[in-house]
């Protein structure tokens, strides 16, 4: 399958700190791309899915002036919390779209802790 | 109504045994359907594609309803190291839009 990396793994920071988390396809162009949160024993949650070159489309809820999504290009997005707050700790994982088989591939994920 | 259901269990089953999970969408134009499995604390990976009619690999059999609208995932042979959620995705039939089940845990049982 296809390879999504994303940097870094781990994140540990001051409450009020911004944190830019890296998303990058590593044998393929993707068409999209999407961010996921994932709190401790609970399923997926989409925040915003992310077209190279345009404006992401955030979900419900999800602020956007909180969570900037730039995709400069079509193997790398990045999502970054600004002043992140204790509660912005999650799993974060991105996944990009592989146009062949309609599908998405998953990064590894990372792990945001806010003191 | 979410546009995919599944149970969320758990299901405790001992090795060897046989496990099927259901899903159901409620997009008729859906197209692309697959399942991911996902060990704690890592991220999902994908399982099986399943289209048309289903698909088989190895243990694991994957099955798609489009009358009923819904996929169903069968284990065989229960090992240890199946032991995980499963997440039932669906494509929206419009382009990039995939829709998530909240994910069913299994924990096979020495």
């Known amino acids: 399958g296809a390879v999504v990396s994303q940097h870094p793994s781990w994140v540990i920071c001051k409450s009020g700190t911004s944190v830019k988390i890296e998303c990058r396809s590593l044998?393929?162009?993707?068409?999209?791309m999407f961010w996921y949160r994932q709190f401790p024993k609970q399923s997926l949650m989409l925040m915003a899915t992310s077209n190279e070159g345009s404006k992401a489309t955030y979900e419900q809820g999800v602020e956007k002036d909180k969570f900037l999504i730039n995709h400069a290009s079509l193997t790398l997005s990045t999502l970054t919390v600004t002043s992140a707050h204790p509660e912005d700790s999650s799993f974060y994982i991105c996944s990009a779209s592989w146009p062949i088989q309609e599908t998405q591939y998953f990064g590894p994920g990372t792990r945001l802790l806010v003191l | 109504r979410k546009e995919v259901e599944q149970d969320p269990g758990p299901f405790n089953v001992p090795e060897g045994a046989t496990v099927a999970f259901n899903c159901t969408y409620s997009n008729s134009a859906s197209q692309s359907f697959f399942w991911y499995r996902q060990d704690c604390r890592k991220e999902p990976k994908l399982l099986m594609s399943?289209?048309?009619s289903g698909n088989e690999d190895g243990r694991f059999t994957a099955q798609l309803n489009r009358a009923s609208q819904y996929i169903s995932l069968l284990i065989r042979d229960s090992k240890l190291s199946d032991s995980a959620t499963y997440l039932c995705v669906v494509n929206g039939g419009t382009g990039n839009q995939f829709y998530f089940g909240t994910g069913t845990s299994l924990t096979v049982i020495p």
């Open positions: 399943v289209y048309s």
């Open positions: 044998d393929f162009q993707a068409t999209t």
